[in-house]
């Protein structure tokens, strides 16, 4: 009698669709190597296959546009691509030269920041794809070839990954000691450590050298969690306003018929602020990591 | 927001974008632009040059101006002198070739009031020699009396 009613009650889901939560989880679950969701916080042996296929293809997409206009950039009247690059470029040329005195710094740090910029511009724009087109075509193939379309896990938008953004944030710790144990030595860096902020005196040491890690760990788990944190929260609010539409599919009321124009007018006043976000993050993590890496280069 | 390996997949495609970046789309587009910036700078430099070189030619052809309508004032006053010089000379010559006309005149006419004379004079004496002869005639023979008649001529 249980069993029967379990039964009915799955067919029944089965037959509606996904309750609300379920297709919030479903949304929020990445296709990873081991094909479920991942079940404790850090498990290294796992791979974000989606996030990183996409941040991979759009790494290589950004890099490639950007070479193609490089390669044919002339000193002459320059055609509206290469404009656009060349105004990128003398952004991120002139933040970096503001905050970076060292010219010869600035001969990787430059292009880090404009590769950071656009990259992260390219994994930020998949939020503005429709929510339900991917993951559908992926359940649509996972189910045509025997598989059971529940498990076809697929997340698009990579900065939307802990993972993603967590590891640019590290890229650009490693970026930081690289410079610190260049410009200062590695024995001036390390006597910085004891001996700043609080002044070089063997008592405060100590406390010096935990202000320090403290100083670097924030700095960078904030870098990687702001990004991944807006970008996360949009996705959810896009998932919020596809809810919407959802759930007007199965009524014929006027209830129904407001949340269909809800999800329109919502959806379409997110989509637009997203523009906004989507820059305004990339150029936050570009900013913040020209700023880092220039910080590097002071002593104190 | 779980933790796995796409943190050292994603830092490894970090690195290698970076690179990328570096070597093969910074450089061409930075020299693009300071070649360009270079290129305006030129530009900007060689119409400088030219405002230069214009106003320096203004100069220059408003001194051959000034200097051509000096010479041709010269040459006016000079062809208005040598003018004035050809009418006193002509003038000049005119009226010693008016004098030389007038003497000529003068003496062609003395010559004829001369040589009227002498025929007035033969003619005359011819007419007193012819009343003479009227009178004398039979008693004066010219022949003979051809002295008188000379002097009567002489005395006209």
């Not at chain 1, 919030?24 to 969701?37: D, Y």
């Not at chain 2, 000049?92 to 009031?113: H, L, P, S, T, W």
């Amino acid at each position: 009698m249980a069993t029967e009613n379990v039964a009915n009650a799955a067919a029944l889901g089965a037959a509606q669709g996904p309750t609300q939560g379920e297709y919030i989880v479903h949304h929020l679950t990445h296709l990873n190597s081991t094909g479920e969701a991942q079940k404790s916080i850090v498990d290294f042996s796992v791979l974000n296959l989606d996030s990183f296929i996409f941040s991979t293809a759009l790494g290589i997409l950004a890099v490639l546009l950007l070479a193609y206009v490089a390669q044919r950039a002339t000193a002459g009247v320059p055609g509206r691509l290469q404009s656009a690059i060349e105004v990128l470029v003398e952004m991120v040329a002139d933040q970096a030269k503001g905050i970076i005195h060292d010219a010869k710094s600035r001969l990787f740090v430059a292009p880090l920041a404009l590769t950071v910029f656009v990259w992260i511009f390219f994994l930020n724009a998949m939020d503005l794809l429709p929510l339900d087109l991917f993951p559908k075509i992926w359940s649509t193939y996972y189910e045509a070839s025997g598989h059971d379309p529940h498990h076809a896990f697929l997340r698009i938008v990579p900065s939307a990954d802990l993972n993603i953004t967590l590891a640019l944030a590290l890229g650009v710790l490693i970026v930081c000691l690289y410079y610190n144990i260049k410009i200062k030595g590695i024995g001036g860096w390390v006597h910085e450590l004891f001996a700043a902020p609080f002044g070089s005196h063997p008592v405060l040491a100590p406390i010096n050298f935990l202000m320090q890690m403290i100083e670097f760990a924030a700095k960078t788990i904030s870098h990687g969690m702001r990004l991944f944190g807006n970008m996360y929260a949009g996705e959810l609010v896009f998932m919020l306003i596809a809810l919407m539409g959802a759930s007007w599919a199965g009524m014929h009321s006027l209830s129904g018929g407001l949340l269909f124009a809800g999800h329109v007018i919502a959806g379409s006043i997110w989509a637009i602020f997203h523009i906004l976000i989507i820059t305004l993050q990339a150029f936050i993590f570009m900013m913040l990591t020209l700023v880092y890496v220039g910080q590097a280069h002071e002593s104190h | 927001m779980n933790l796995n390996a796409t943190l050292f997949a994603q830092l490894i495609v970090f690195f290698i974008l970076v690179w990328f970046t570096m070597k093969f789309v910074w450089p061409p587009i930075t020299k693009a632009l300071d070649d360009r910036a270079k290129k305006i700078a030129d530009g900007l430099a060689a119409a400088d040059r030219g405002k230069h070189e214009l106003e320096l030619a203004s100069k220059r052809s408003a001194e051959v101006v000034r200097e051509g309508k000096e010479k041709s004032a010269d040459v006016l006053a000079n062809a208005e002198k040598r003018a004035i010089q050809i009418i006193e000379e002509a003038k000049v010559q005119a009226k010693v070739e008016a004098d030389r006309i007038v003497a000529n005149a003068r003496g062609e006419v003395e010559q004829e009031v001369v040589r009227a004379r002498e025929q007035l004079r033969d003619q005359v004496a011819a007419l007193a020699v012819a009343g003479a002869e009227k009178i004398l005639r039979k008693e004066i023979n010219a022949g003979a009396h051809a002295e008188i008649l000379v002097a009567i001529k002489q005395g006209l």
